[in-house]
């Protein structure tokens, strides 16, 4: 099969690679008609996640058709459209019982906090992601379901985390009828962030960036007001004058280990591989939400080794709230939402390109090249 494959920092090719096949009784194998680059590649992309091979393909975003299954599978068949969380998760461990499909205990060797994630080295489990004609899903009676045949697989693939993951955001902010929120970053998950706080009872949503076209998606997209942090002197004060110098109730971090990356990063991250993000975003969080209030933390970071400001989140009477999205949960909401008109997640699909030209779609997304927001893939 054809396949995006890693072959160091900024270097990714479309290979041919072996076909995934049944390994377990429990797998399937499904051919990808979506998949999507998200942010969180572009930390695997630069270099920046421990224990990214070569030869891994990415992906974590992806729809197709069930292809093959094992002899235990039950719940999907050859021939059904599905979607896929980012999740790999058992489904019945401690953690999977209390809907924490993110931390699953049963699925990852290689860590004690997440769980597995398609495509997202073997710091995350090792398994190969959906940016190929083929994957191998395992566990397939839990983590996949069945497209509804109302929904078509370009809007189903941002629903296997952006969308997920950005009303996840702003569910863990515990909005309330009102509530002053504020999301720092403007990439496809903070722009869900925004929009979902509408949903949940915002009086006012601000989003801050500093890419222009990032803002203007925003304001029409999530209806939000913007800030262009590098066109102010300060974004906190900016920010504390803006909300009647108290500070914004809720505060969402949709930036983490920054996708840009600044050279720390990429020295620490190529050579040593300490990758842990810089923590400006997150210490702007802490100053600009209100004593009080409450930070929702979506951004990747990795291992910390920056100085964030938690002496003042715990003197200021900070709730923090953060995870890895659980995504299967988010799902029965969402569906109505889409459903009922509420939201469109498309519109922030700036680019479709096939698979053959996936290593052109990622330097322009990494490079912030031609206005490109959100990217997907094309397979038939």
Not at 119 to 143: F, I, K
Not at 196 to 214: C, F, K, P, T
Not at 339 to 356: A, F, M, S, W
Request: aromatic share 8%.
């Amino acid at each position: 099969m054809r396949a995006m494959v890693y072959r160091g920092p900024y270097r990714v090719r479309l290979e041919e690679k072996e076909r995934p096949a049944v390994e377990h009784p429990n797998d399937a194998i499904v051919r990808v008609t979506r998949a999507a680059i998200c942010g969180s590649d572009l930390h695997l992309y630069h270099g920046m996640m421990p224990d990214t091979r070569v030869g891994t393909t990415f992906g974590h975003e992806f729809v197709g058709v069930v292809d093959e299954v094992g002899p235990s599978v039950r719940h999907v068949k050859v021939g059904d459209r599905v979607m896929v969380p980012f999740n790999v998760f058992c489904g019945s461990c401690f953690f999977c019982a209390r809907g924490l499909y993110a931390n699953c205990h049963n699925v990852n060797p290689n860590a004690t906090a997440v769980g597995g994630i398609y495509g997202y080295s073997h710091t995350c489990g090792g398994y190969d992601g959906g940016q190929a004609e083929y994957v191998r899903v395992p566990l397939a009676d839990v983590g996949p379901s069945v497209i509804p045949d109302w929904m078509d697989d370009d809007v189903a693939v941002l629903l296997t985390d952006a969308l997920a993951t950005g009303y996840f955001g702003a569910q863990l902010g515990d909005i309330v009828e009102g509530d002053v929120v504020v999301v720092f970053g403007a990439g496809p998950v903070g722009l869900y962030a925004a929009r979902s706080a509408w949903l949940m009872g915002a009086g006012r949503v601000i989003v801050v960036d500093h890419l222009e076209y990032r803002l203007d998606k925003a304001r029409s997209f999530a209806h939000a007001e913007t800030v262009n942090f590098a066109e102010v002197d300060d974004i906190v004060v900016y920010l504390k004058r803006d909300t009647g110098h108290l500070g914004a109730d809720v505060v969402i971090d949709a930036v983490g280990a920054e996708a840009d990356g600044n050279l720390l990063q990429h020295v620490t991250a190529t050579k040593l591989k300490l990758q842990g993000g810089s923590p400006v975003a997150l210490n702007w969080a802490i100053d600009a939400v209100r004593k009080g209030g409450t930070i929702s933390v979506m951004g990747a970071y990795g291992p910390m080794f920056s100085a964030v400001k938690f002496g003042d989140a715990m003197n200021k009477g900070l709730t923090l709230r953060m995870n890895q999205c659980p995504v299967k949960r988010q799902w029965p909401r969402l569906f109505e939402h889409i459903r009922n008109g509420y939201l469109d997640p498309t519109d922030i699909v700036t680019h479709r390109v096939p698979l053959e030209h996936v290593a052109e779609a990622y330097h322009m997304f990494s490079a912030k090249l031609d206005g490109c927001i959100k990217p997907l893939i094309v397979l038939n």
